[in-house]
């Protein structure tokens, strides 16, 4: 089953703009990642946030983390279209060492 | 310094058949995790192993397993393939465990069962 959902399931917009992605969760995480992966292949880690981190930035990354909502959320600014891509969050299953990961998202850029 | 192999990268194999599918980590890297793709269900997780023993298992049925050699080398098995089978399979590396390091992924194996 999965653990984290992710709305929109599927995100086009234009090149420039910003890109947001949603991801939900059910139960209590150690930290949450996000993950890029390009048509069919493997992925790509993007970030990490712990679960006393409210917010985290990684070049055109930003994510953000309420524990109380069990949300986080992907935004990807003045993106780019080799940011097209599917982006999926995975969450720690309580501190268990595996990762359960959302369905994704997926993101298309136009340019 | 060299990614994650995974050997092979396409595979064909008819139903009842049995399959391997091999993964090199990352030089140094003791965890190495697999999962399932699927358009239907998404990425799934099937096992971790850390220094050559399973640390967890996912809810897949007993035809799957999988080792770890002393190099951090591992195989998975699937035994009496399915249709269902049918699936991008993904391993993953990272120093000490999934969580919380950043996991280095495979480019796949992509597994046809007819």
């Known amino acids: 089953s999965q653990q984290g959902e992710e709305d929109p399931q599927a995100l086009s917009i234009q090149e420039g703009e910003n890109a947001t992605m949603n991801c939900s969760y059910k139960?209590?995480?150690?930290?949450l990642q996000w993950y890029r992966q390009n048509s069919g292949r493997g992925l790509v880690h993007l970030i990490l946030?712990?679960?006393?981190?409210r917010e985290k930035h990684s070049g055109r990354l930003r994510v953000t983390l309420d524990t109380s909502k069990k949300s986080s959320s992907l935004l990807i600014t003045a993106s780019r279209a080799a940011d097209t891509a599917s982006y999926f969050c995975?969450?720690?299953?309580?501190?268990?060492?595996?990762?359960?990961f959302g369905q994704g998202t997926r993101l298309t850029i136009n340019p | 310094k060299a990614g994650v192999t995974q050997t092979p990268r396409y595979l064909i194999k008819t139903r009842g058949q049995q399959v391997t599918l091999s993964c090199s980590p990352i030089s140094g890297h003791r965890s190495v995790s697999w999962y399932q793709q699927t358009p239907g269900q998404g990425l799934q997780f099937l096992f971790e192993y850390f220094s050559e023993t399973q640390r967890n298992k996912g809810n897949f049925p007993g035809r799957f397993s999988g080792r770890q050699f002393s190099n951090s080398r591992s195989e998975m098995n699937v035994s009496t393939l399915e249709l269902g089978d049918s699936a991008l399979y993904l391993c993953?590396?990272?120093?000490?465990?999934?969580?919380?390091?950043?996991?280095?992924f495979g480019p796949g194996t992509r597994l046809t069962v007819t």
């Open positions: 995975a969450t720690d299953s309580q501190g268990a060492q595996k990762l359960v």
């Open positions: 993953a590396s990272s120093l000490s465990g999934p969580t919380p390091y950043e996991q280095y």
């Open positions: 946030i712990r679960s006393n981190e």
């Open positions: 139960t209590s995480i150690n930290n």
